[in-house]
């Protein structure tokens, strides 16, 4: 029997609602049923971020988890196979209590696939490999790891607080419990001054990881993130979205791995994506041709041309 249609509504607003007017999921996992587990980041020092509007962080007792599931189970009265644990870095949370909610999705979902969450490359160093494999043996894969930089110098600035070797640390003790991951890499994010040590310190830590795609964004100032108080001070340099492309350009060349270049998020002037190095010749190329007709008619012609198309899409 399908579910009331007032009740579903009912039971969002109440599951959904603390999240304020939106919430930010993975690409990767866009279409997911979504868990919430924690409100907010737990880290909130990343100098760009303003993506969880200023709200205080709040983790969930397992008790209001298990009856969010209980009511997601009515909603989605339909086999549901794909979960997300919705929150700013939900995989921060104790071993324990992940394989808690792991035991309240699988209960209620029992043809459940797999768990994924995002994760900062500190969530998961702090685990032991033993911790790790029992969460992937518990349903936990598919991680998304906002990685962001492989530079040192990009990291410490923004305040990331982790390292590029930390963030390797991180991917290798993933690929060894078994458990897959996307990676968030930023363009932009060091500037104009720290933009040719972006790419290449992200290229080289990016050729010793294995994730499953590469979701690629550009850099956007928040009001609410101190970034903006920098960038008014004439203190950061941002970099206009043309260089931002060629930023990416740049880095798709560098690259030498296995994935998949997600480059589609509406923050980059230049939607593109395909399987490397399969397709990195063709999308070279689809970059280089977008690059010379923003050159020829210029930025604003090209964007609202671009945003025309979207809306009929």
Not at 15 to 39: D, K, L, N, R, S
Not at 47 to 75: H, P, T
Not at 238 to 252: C, F, H, N, Q, S
Request: proline content about 4%.
């Amino acid at each position: 029997m399908s579910p009331d249609i007032e009740t579903v509504r009912r039971y969002k607003r109440e599951i959904y609602g603390e999240y304020g007017g939106y919430y930010y999921v993975p690409m990767a996992e866009a279409f997911t049923v979504q868990v919430p587990v924690t409100v907010s980041c737990s880290y909130k020092k990343c100098l760009y971020c303003d993506l969880n509007q200023g709200m205080a962080f709040r983790e969930l007792s397992l008790e209001e988890i298990a009856e969010n599931v209980r009511k997601l189970r009515y909603i989605h009265y339909k086999p549901a196979k794909r979960f997300l644990l919705a929150g700013g870095n939900p995989f921060f949370l104790p071993t324990e209590k992940l394989l808690r909610i792991s035991e309240a999705i699988h209960e209620s979902f029992p043809e459940c696939e797999y768990i994924s969450s995002f994760a900062r490359a500190d969530d998961v160093t702090r685990k032991t490999p033993a911790e790790l494999h029992a969460l992937h043996e518990a349903g936990y894969d598919r991680l998304c790891l906002g990685l962001e930089s492989g530079c040192d110098s990009v990291l410490a600035y923004h305040r990331k607080g982790v390292t590029s070797a930390q963030n390797l640390q991180a991917v290798h003790m993933l690929t060894d419990s078994g458990m897959s991951y996307s990676a968030y890499i930023m363009l932009g994010l060091g500037g104009r001054d720290m933009s040719e040590a972006h790419v290449e310190g992200t290229a080289e830590m990016l050729n010793h990881s294995s994730p499953f795609e590469l979701t690629v964004v550009t850099l956007v100032l928040f009001k609410g993130a101190e970034l903006a108080e920098r960038v008014r001070a004439h203190e950061f340099h941002r970099l206009p979205p043309v260089d931002a492309l060629k930023e990416g350009r740049k880095l798709l060349s560098l690259l030498e791995i296995h994935t998949v270049w997600n480059a589609t998020h509406k923050t980059n002037i230049f939607p593109v994506k395909g399987r490397i190095p399969e397709h990195k010749e063709l999308l070279l190329r689809r970059i280089d041709d977008a690059l010379s007709e923003i050159d020829s008619q210029g930025l604003k012609q090209y964007e609202l041309k671009r945003w025309r198309k979207w809306g009929t899409e």
